[in-house]
């Protein structure tokens, strides 16, 4: 009887430990989440270390629906999110933690239209983007490019670049069945790279041996490119703020960080990664 109600204990003890969301070990720090912000992550990780290598930092990726959902689950201690979380999810946070979490914009990035360095084309207009993307356009002449069949890149559904650009740029219409998903934004940038017709998007800082094309609000409006201060000013159509989300206020190791990334010294590499500071 006595090893039987020892098991018992050790039994609940587990079931306990399970349902108790992690928090930073001394010294350790994960972070998850968006394939945007991987990068940024991982600079970040690695200056910070260089500065306090007592403190392990691990940065993967997954997209900001994989990152939101660790943070609900309790295995992340910090979420990148190139979205602001949903409702939905916030409520979810709330039942099992009794409030709606901490959300913090820490760079702010201008959601790049990528299309083959060949191509002639250099603007297109939200709509032509939503007709590109819904599947009623499906040549570049149309757009004003060259006779050719589009080939549409996007990106997996649990993206948050995925969520905005649906809720930015579709107004919530189903994307064409014939946009190929890719599993991050390098995938995108490395597809159009070699597809001559092709077209994607994604963060800006990811634009590499591709052509970035400029977005115009609406045909009337001037077409305007993803740089700093139309980012910053708003005047961009795509601009979009790239965030951290944490279960509750945090204290010790995971607050000096977070306090490292919001100051000149971490805003400062958001630009050599090629996104914009917030501050």
């Known amino acids: ?19 108790t969301p992690r928090s930073a070990q ?57 979205r602001a979380m949903k409702a939905a999810e916030k409520e979810k946070l709330r039942d099992r933690y009794n409030n709606t979490g901490i959300e913090l914009a820490v760079a702010r990035d201008g959601l790049a239209v990528y299309v083959n360095g060949s191509n002639p084309l250099t603007e297109l207009s939200i709509d032509q983007l939503k007709a590109i993307y819904t599947g009623k356009v499906t040549n570049w002449k149309e757009v004003g490019g060259p006779d ?53 998007y994604g963060g800006a800082a990811y634009a590499k041996a591709i052509k ?34 944490l279960r509750a206020k945090q204290t010790g190791e995971i607050k000096s960080f977070i306090d490292w990334v919001l100051s000149g010294e971490g805003q400062a590499i958001v630009e050599k990664v090629g996104y914009y500071p917030v501050k």
């Open 212 to 245: 970035i094309v400029k977005v115009k609000k609406d045909a009337a409006s001037p077409a305007i490119a993803p740089d700093k201060a139309a980012v910053l000013n708003g005047t961009y159509p795509l601009a979009r703020p790239l965030f951290f989300y």
């Open 1 to 19: 009887m006595r090893r039987l109600s020892f098991l018992s204990l050790f039994a609940f003890a587990t079931l306990a430990l399970a349902a």
């Open 148 to 200: 050719a069949r589009i080939v549409v890149y996007s990106r997996e559904n649990s993206s948050g670049t995925y969520v905005f650009f649906k809720e930015t740029v579709l107004g919530g219409a189903d994307f064409t069945p014939r946009a190929q998903t890719m599993p991050g934004t390098a995938a995108v940038v490395n597809a159009v790279s070699k597809e001559k017709f092709g077209i994607g």
């Open 26 to 82: 001394a010294g350790s720090i994960t972070v998850k989440g968006s394939d945007t912000m991987v990068i940024l992550g991982q600079r970040w990780a690695e200056e910070y270390m260089k500065k306090n290598p007592a403190t392990v930092i691990q940065v993967t990726g997954g997209g900001s629906g994989t990152g939101i959902s660790a943070l609900i689950n309790g295995t992340t201690d910090v979420c990148e999110s190139s």
